[in-house]
Structure formats: C-alpha cells, structure tokens
C-alpha cells in the first residue's frame, strides 16, 4: 500500500510558518496515536456512536495531512463499524510519521 501525503493544507492554516507547521505535525501525531489507541481498546463493538466518533475525528484527521488513504480506510470502516482495522489504521499513521520525519 503506497502512503502518500499532502501539506498543502496545512500549510494554508499556518500562513506559512514552519514553527506553527511543525507544533500542527507534533499535535497530529499524539492525537492520532491517542485515537487509534482508543479505538483498539474497543474490544467489541458494542459502541457504535464511539466506534464512529473515532473513526470520523480520525478521518479528519487524515484530512489534515493530505492522506488519502487513511481518509479512506476510515470511510470504509464507518460504513461498516463491525470491521475496524486500528492495526491498518496504526500502520498508516506510522508511516506517515516516517514521511514527516517525527
């Protein structure tokens, strides 16, 4: 599976400011491993509205890196709550931390 990612984004909200930028990244990547935890932690699906909560804030999330593919994956499991992937999900995040270099 090719990760890729966008900043664009991101570079729109922080005027161009690497700092802003890279506090943004820092923030991303300790919500987004807070998330996926969390959503492992669901050991059955007997919460759907959390389960979607999860996965919709970490779709967003997603968004606000410019990876399609964890934007996907979350639209996927949305629709179908009782197949979560939090290790997918995990390795994607993962990767795109690599991408980052954080």
Known sequence: MEISIDLSYLDRICFGDKNIRQELIASWSEDTAALIGELKNIKEP????????????????????????????????????????????????????????I
Do not use: Y
């Open 46 to 101: 007997s919460d759907p509205k959390k389960i979607f909560n999860l996965l919709h804030t970490l779709k967003s999330n997603f968004q606000m890196v410019g990876c399609g593919v964890g934007i996907q994956l979350c639209e996927r499991m949305i629709h179908e709550t009782s197949e979560t992937d939090a290790e997918q999900l995990e390795e994607i995040s993962m990767r795109i931390r690599q991408l980052l270099n």
